[in-house]
């Protein structure tokens, strides 16, 4: 704690605004990689299969009970879909759609957050940088011909550590943000799959299946 505390001294005030980024930057990233893990089914062919079983045994309300206990928003479409398994299947794409629509913001929040810092914090490094070299030019101007060498060098590698800094957050946050993507892009694709095989087996069977639609007006849990 102590040597950090230092190199943030020697790296300026530009050095700061980085490590706050930072604390922000992780921040976020716990949040996001809590909330991906939480959305992700770990078997989603076992969850579809214990749906479909109570289907064929015609309680829906076990079905979207099932998907009520389940988080994330596969179970969300599921449910989507059974709440309207007695009407066209139009009706139940449409309803899958528009679950879909109202889920991918929630799983790509904060995203954008961890690309602006991927692109700012080099930026942000290289000005602590150049800031710091022209605190050195001064020093040597005002210090005549001769500068020591040694006084120029601890300078130089002080004025270095903000862009050390800046890439360093860049790398984590870029790393970050292209980690989430694959596991959202997973998380649609088990979306994606699910949707189709309970649209498909509800329109197959028919089933009349009551009180199917009794929680229409209810939103699933987020």
Same mark, same amino acid.
């Given at each position: ?10 790296g300026?005030?530009?050095t700061?605004?980085?490590?706050a980024?930072?604390?922000v930057?992780?921040i ?9 893990h ?5 078997d ?5 299969r214990?749906i479909?079983?109570?289907l064929?045994?015609g309680?829906?309300l076990e079905?979207?009970s ?5 988080p994330?928003?596969v ?8 709440? #309207?398994?007695?009407r066209?299947r139009a009706d $139940? /794409?449409q +309803?899958?759609? @528009?679950?879909c629509?109202s889920e991918?913001?929630?799983l ?7 690309l602006?810092v ?6 942000l ?5 150049v800031?710091g ?6 020093k040597?101007q005002a210090?005549g011909?001769?500068?020591?060498v040694t006084?120029?060098?601890?300078s130089?590698w002080?004025?270095l ?10 790398i984590?946050?870029?790393a ?6 694959? #596991?959202?892009?997973s998380?649609l694709?088990? $979306? /994606?799959? +699910?949707s189709? @095989?309970?649209i ?16 229409d007006?209810?939103?699933?849990p987020?």
């Open positions: 704690m102590h040597l950090l505390l230092q190199l943030l001294i020697w300026g005030p530009v700061w605004i980085i490590f980024l930072a604390v930057t992780l976020f990233t716990i949040e996001r990689a809590f909330h991906l939480r959305a992700q089914i770990d989603v062919r076992e969850f579809l214990g479909i079983n109570a064929r045994r309680n829906a079905a979207i099932i998907c009520d206990e389940a994330g928003p179970a969300h479409v599921l449910r989507a879909a059974i709440t #309207r398994c007695d066209t $139940m /794409e +309803a899958v759609a @528009e679950t629509l991918v913001p929630r790509q929040r904060h995203l954008k957050v961890l602006v991927a692109h700012l914090a080099p930026m490094g290289l000005l602590g940088t800031i070299m022209i605190g050195l030019f001064q040597m210090e011909a001769f500068v020591d006084t120029m060098a601890g130089i002080e004025a550590i903000s862009t050390a800094a800046g890439l360093g957050l860049a984590f946050a870029y970050a943000y292209q980690f989430f993507l694959s #596991r959202i892009e998380i694709l088990d $979306m /994606e799959k +699910a189709s @095989e309970i498909y087996f509800l329109a197959e069977h028919r089933l009349p299946l009551e009180n199917a639609d009794a929680d007006g209810k939103s699933p987020a």
